[in-house]
């Protein structure tokens, strides 16, 4: 199995190669040459643990790691570091599924691809005889950020630098990153948003005289934003796992079709979804929730893509993002892998701010759904979920709720559903906190305490000792400055 760019040039590489680079050189994203077909007869999920269906899960996309290395990868990174033996628990309340992608390390979903990560990438390294030092780029709207540098710190021949939007993030999101200890990390609050600070990591690693001035230094540019394949991959198995979970509860046959709605921003686990589609996983509809920035519910419904828009800073922040990129996969699974017409309208997406797809690729969204959420919207349902049912849901999955209550509105469909629950209550804690009508106080892990009294829901490890943690990466940049910032950081 290779890999090639969204983007039509020749270049073909390994998993390992196409890890380790992080983003092609015609600045396309890495796909597999084909979709590999389900690694189990559906029947056969019955029963089967996480670790299972991530082994072969992984061992589909990426053959040209061993079985050996890809045990050693899964058996690291899922392990008691999650707070439930099962990994990723699916809890029902009210009429759907919530698959629980949030009891990893930094209590959000973006756990579940970068706690293994770093293993994929310290194996690909070893494959590739890779001699220089990895660098990490990372822009993050407020999760992957904290997720990639707990997942990187102190690996060996790895540095990781993570940018945020200052104003962007959560309090609890914004010191976890900013109490981050490792040698190898460093973190940066750019003036600007999360599109800001996408567009200048993928603006760096795009420059090749960057890329020579850092080789001389022995240094190597990668990343583990879902551009990463490396990211997407692993987040396939948990839509496989939740389908052998619902044939465990009898809720299911096998071959029945469920629906999976995915709050979305940068377009990475919902495409991990239609991934596990391709591969076999019967999915009636795929239903895509944002929220005020609602530029994928737009596209979807029209097929025209138009980032000349306000940009909202919402109380979902991990989905404020406008430029949204794996969407570029997706599109070019649709169009017949037609690289030339992706490299087009990634061009105009440049220049224009907009673009239009071909009726073929329009077409193939018809499996798709779009419906979003606004701030009010969203704080009552997450009030709603937990008067009704006693079930505490953050600002990402209430978005993701009130899109389904929607969709069942106004098609009228009873499928089976699951939904990506993908953050814990506690990192929005002040959100939430008001959505349930607590008198909320200023500061977050105020609200954090107010909300354990209220509902019991157990407060995450990682987010227990914050508030006293030692501050460790003050700086804040202009996001003209990311180069100079990178090339600080590694001196
Ligand atoms: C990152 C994130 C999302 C959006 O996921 P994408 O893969 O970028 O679409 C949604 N919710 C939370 C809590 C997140 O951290």
């Not at 990438?121 to 030092?133: C, G, H, S, Y």
């Not at 025209?304 to 406008?322: E, H, Q």
């Not at 209550?425 to 008198?439: E, N, Q, R, T």
């Amino acid at each position: 199995m290779r890999y090639k760019s969204t983007r039509g040039s020749n270049d073909f590489k390994s998993a390992a190669q196409a890890i380790i680079q992080g983003m092609a050189h015609d600045k396309g994203l890495f796909v597999p040459e084909s979709i590999p077909s389900l690694p189990f007869l559906l029947d056969e999920l019955k029963g089967k643990t996480y670790q299972e269906i991530a082994f072969a899960v992984i061992q589909s996309f990426f053959a040209d790691f061993s079985e050996e290395e890809i045990r050693h990868c899964v058996n690291g990174a899922y392990d008691d570091k999650f707070e439930t033996s099962e990994i990723v628990p699916l809890v029902e309340a009210g009429d759907a599924y919530f698959l629980e992608l949030y009891h990893g390390k930094t209590a959000a979903f973006k756990d579940m691809a970068l706690s293994i990560l770093p293993y994929l990438m310290t194996i690909a390294m070893k494959k590739e005889k890779e001699d220089k030092k990895i660098v990490i780029l990372t822009a993050t709207s407020g999760d992957t950020g904290k997720a990639a540098l707990e997942g990187f710190a102190d690996v060996p021949n790895t540095e990781i630098i993570v940018f945020y939007p200052k104003e962007g993030v959560s309090q609890v999101q914004e010191r976890q990153m900013i109490t981050q200890e490792g040698k190898n990390t460093h973190v940066f609050a750019i003036y600007g948003n999360f599109d800001d600070a996408q567009t200048g990591v993928k603006k760096i690693f795009n420059d090749r005289d960057f890329a020579d001035e850092l080789a001389k230094q022995g240094c190597k540019l990668s990343s583990a934003n879902s551009i990463n394949i490396g990211r997407l991959v692993p987040q396939v198995a948990y839509y496989i796992y939740a389908y052998g979970k619902l044939l465990d509860k009898g809720e299911i046959w096998p071959g029945d079709k469920i629906n999976i709605v995915v709050p979305t921003g940068n377009f990475g686990n919902i495409l991990a979804a239609y991934y596990a589609q391709q591969m076999g996983i019967p999915v009636g509809k795929l239903i895509c929730a944002s929220n005020e920035n609602k530029v994928l519910t737009d596209f979807i419904n029209t097929g025209f893509y138009d980032i000349k828009r306000k940009f909202y800073v919402t109380n979902s922040p991990s989905m404020d993002i406008l430029i949204s990129s794996n969407l570029e996969r997706l599109l070019y699974h649709l169009n017949g892998n037609n690289g030339e017409e992706i490299s087009e309208l990634m061009d105009s997406l440049d220049k224009n701010k907009e673009y239009k797809v071909s009726d073929k690729i329009k077409n193939g969204l018809y499996g798709f759904w779009a419906g979003f959420a606004n701030m009010e919207e969203t704080n009552s349902t997450i009030g709603k979920m937990y008067t009704e049912n006693g079930y505490l849901i953050d600002t990402h999955t209430a978005v993701a709720y009130k899109v389904y209550e929607e969709y069942k509105k106004s098609t009228g469909d009873e499928t089976v559903t699951v939904i990506a629950s993908t953050a814990s209550p506690y990192k929005f804690a002040d959100s939430v906190a008001a959505s349930i009508d607590l008198s909320v106080a200023d500061d977050g892990f105020e609200n954090v305490r107010l909300l354990y009294k209220e509902t019991g829901v157990k407060i995450p490890s990682g987010l227990k000792d914050l508030e006293t943690k030692e501050i460790r990466h003050k700086g804040v940049i202009h996001k003209e400055d990311m180069k100079a910032a990178v090339r600080n950081a590694l001196k």
